[in-house]
């Protein structure tokens, strides 16, 4: 029995015989082809599971919840899922980085534990992404007899 040399996409058995990698319908659908997921995509959940989490009031520094109130109540406009919320989205990796406004009396420990929890369980989940971290960075409280920038500026008649 010959050998032939290894090519390229030949891998080497226990025997030290080459091995064909299989080809066509011996390759599973699975890993026929490539999966790429936008930053966009991976903001979006990590703005949903982070909105999700009690004591969070909202997402966004001051300048850009301002100008989501003004995008948000223009009839076409839909609410910005991902304000507040930016990432980096390698091959097999995500870091999230959100802003946020907690409720005040919450404790901000453990409101932040909840959404990192929260945030990697989600995006992990839906994308397959190994998510490396998640920066919080507390921008405001929201206190009891503040009014939202969408409640200030709406007229009296809806």
Do not use: C, F, W
Not at 14 to 41: C, F, K, N, W, Y
Not at 44 to 60: C, D, F, N, T, Y
Not at 97 to 116: F, M, P
């Amino acid at each position: 029995m010959t050998s032939r040399p290894a090519a390229p996409d030949d891998q080497q058995g226990e025997d030290g015989q080459a091995l064909q990698r299989g080809r066509g319908s011996d390759v599973p659908a699975g890993s026929r082809g490539r999966t790429t997921i936008a930053d966009s995509v991976v903001e979006k959940i990590a703005g949903m599971a982070a909105r999700e989490v009690p004591g969070i009031h909202s997402l966004g520094t001051g300048m850009a919840r301002a100008l989501g109130a003004v995008r948000d109540r223009v009839p076409t406009g839909r609410p910005e899922v991902s304000r507040g919320v930016s990432v980096e989205v390698g091959e097999r990796q995500a870091a999230v980085d959100l802003d946020v406004v907690v409720e005040y009396g919450v404790s901000i420990a453990d409101v932040a534990a909840e959404v990192r929890t929260d945030v990697i369980t989600a995006v992990e989940r839906m994308t397959g992404l190994e998510v490396v971290e998640v920066n919080i960075a507390v921008d405001d409280v929201h206190l009891p007899d503040e009014q939202d920038e969408e409640q200030e500026s709406e007229g009296r008649v809806t």
